[in-house]
């Protein structure tokens, strides 16, 4: 079966692919750490299959989960060369980060603010290819857990990339059709 233009049926991508899953999800959390400053079996995702062991009561951390993926409606289309051909399109990544334990508003807050750090944005760009859109509020959201209220603060954070899917789309550099006339 051929994945290219030059024969009839559906073309998936080549090359390399964005990162999805459980790569993102380390990516972010290696973000929310480094942030932060939490530990790193303090920060976890959500919904996973095998779900971590919460921290005991007095502890502070941070539970978080990709909650959508919006795309731009129109990407585009560009002709690397005769061969190729890249889909550029722009992701929205929405983040519900929730932070737990005695001290889990000031966390939220410290998260925040250093979202707001110009350095701390760049090194996000550079490892992981994410920059910072926009950050809602905090909301207070206490939690019953194992018959205790646990302080929670929930803040949603909106990440943006620009991914790149290449194809094996050929360009039409010959025609065996002569065209006559003026």
Same mark, same amino acid.
């Given at each position: 079966?051929?994945?290219?233009?030059t024969?009839?049926?559906?073309?998936?991508?080549?090359g390399?692919e964005p990162?999805y899953? /459980?790569? !993102?999800?380390?990516?972010?959390?290696?973000w929310?750490?480094g942030v932060t400053g939490l530990? *790193?079996?303090k920060?976890?995702?959500?919904? &996973?299959? &095998?779900?971590?062991?919460i921290?005991?009561?007095?502890v502070t951390?941070c /539970?978080?989960?990709?909650t959508? %993926?919006p795309?731009?409606?129109s =990407?585009?289309? *560009?002709?690397?060369? #005769?061969e190729h051909?890249?889909?550029w +399109?722009?992701? #929205?990544? #929405?983040v519900?980060c929730c932070?737990?334990? =005695?001290?889990?508003q000031?966390?939220?807050?410290?998260?925040?603010?250093?979202m707001a750090?110009?350095?701390?944005? /760049?090194e !996000?760009?550079v490892?992981?290819g994410?920059?910072l !859109?926009?950050?809602?509020r %905090?909301i +207070?959201?206490?939690?019953?857990?194992?018959?205790?209220w646990?302080?929670?603060?929930?803040i949603?954070? &909106?990440l943006r990339?620009? &991914?790149?899917? /290449?194809?094996n %789309?050929?360009?039409? *550099?010959? #025609?065996?059709?002569?065209i006559?006339?003026?």
């Open positions: 079966m051929s994945n290219d233009s024969s009839a049926g559906y073309l998936t991508p080549t390399i990162t899953d /459980e790569a !993102l999800e380390r990516e972010i959390s290696r929310i750490r530990e *790193v079996n920060v976890f995702p959500r919904w &996973t299959e &095998t779900q971590p062991k921290p005991n009561s007095g951390w /539970e978080f989960g990709i959508a %993926i795309q731009d409606y =990407p585009a289309h *560009v002709q690397n060369d #005769s051909s890249e889909q +399109s722009h992701e #929205s990544i #929405s519900i932070f737990y334990g =005695p001290s889990g000031r966390t939220a807050t410290l998260f925040r603010d250093g750090v110009a350095q701390n944005n /760049e !996000l760009n490892t992981a994410l920059t !859109l926009e950050c809602g %905090i +207070s959201v206490p939690e019953l857990i194992n018959n205790t646990v302080r929670r603060y929930d949603t954070v &909106t990339r620009k &991914t790149i899917r /290449e194809y %789309i050929k360009s039409l *550099v010959d #025609s065996p059709v002569k006559f006339g003026e």
